[in-house]
């Protein structure tokens, strides 16, 4: 299965600030997705990144808040824009392997003060 | 509204028994029924999948579908300590979009 480098593995930020969270994959995917994880809380999907177009997005999420590129199929970036502590949660990037399941990045612990 | 429910927990187990964790879904169209194991500060690992009817052996491990009932469980024989974790029951349909349940608890008592 794929394996997938995500950073930062952790940040604390100030609110009304951005924060740009990476995904490299170390082979080409067509299925790259976003999720965020509330403390205590199952995963919740933001939305599915699509190489070459623009994301499509959950309900109750929006680009001007959670802009997702796509430039190619190994990578992609997460900002989590004008933060609140509301924005405080672990980020996650996932891949769709081919009969095989979904692999997940690392996590990007954030915290918003 | 797809939704996955799971116990949640927690569910307490001695060393050695076999732990059962629960799992339904409400989108008959659903195909792909996957088990992560969650450990506190960490990502999700895919431990089992399943695609079709019956029982699916992995090791220890036992996943179990029903699509009629609309149920899929995951059996832990000769559960260890290293066992304990969260443990998330994820659906996905043909749009390839994974929907969680939001997980159940496992301690293994040693």
């Known amino acids: 299965s794929a394996v997938i480098s995500q950073k930062p593995s952790r940040d604390i930020c100030q609110r009304g600030t951005s924060l740009t969270i990476q995904c490299q994959v170390d082979s080409q995917v067509t299925m790259m997705f976003w999720y965020r994880q509330q403390p205590g809380q199952s995963l919740t999907l933001i939305a599915t990144a699509n190489q070459g177009s623009e994301a499509t997005y959950e309900s109750g999420f929006v680009i001007d808040k959670f802009p997702i590129s796509r430039p190619n199929l190994t990578f992609s970036t997460l900002t989590v824009s004008n933060m609140s502590p509301e924005d405080s949660s672990i980020y996650l990037c996932s891949v769709a392997n081919e009969g095989y399941g979904y692999t997940f990045g690392s996590g990007t612990r954030l915290t918003v003060v | ?110």
């Open chain 2, 1 to 110: 509204q797809k939704e996955v429910e799971q116990n949640s927990g927690p569910l307490s187990v001695p060393e050695g028994a076999i732990a059962s964790l629960n799992c339904t879904y409400s989108d008959r169209g659903s195909q792909s029924f996957f088990w992560y194991r969650q450990y506190s500060g960490k990502s999700p690992e895919l431990i089992m999948s399943i695609y079709s009817n019956g029982d699916k052996e992995d090791g220890r491990f036992t996943a179990q579908l029903n699509k009629a009932s609309q149920y899929v469980s995951l059996l832990i024989r000769d559960s260890q300590p290293s066992d304990s974790a969260t443990y998330l029951c994820a659906v996905s349909s043909s749009n390839y979009k994974l929907t969680f349940g939001k997980g159940t608890l496992l301690t293994v008592n040693p």
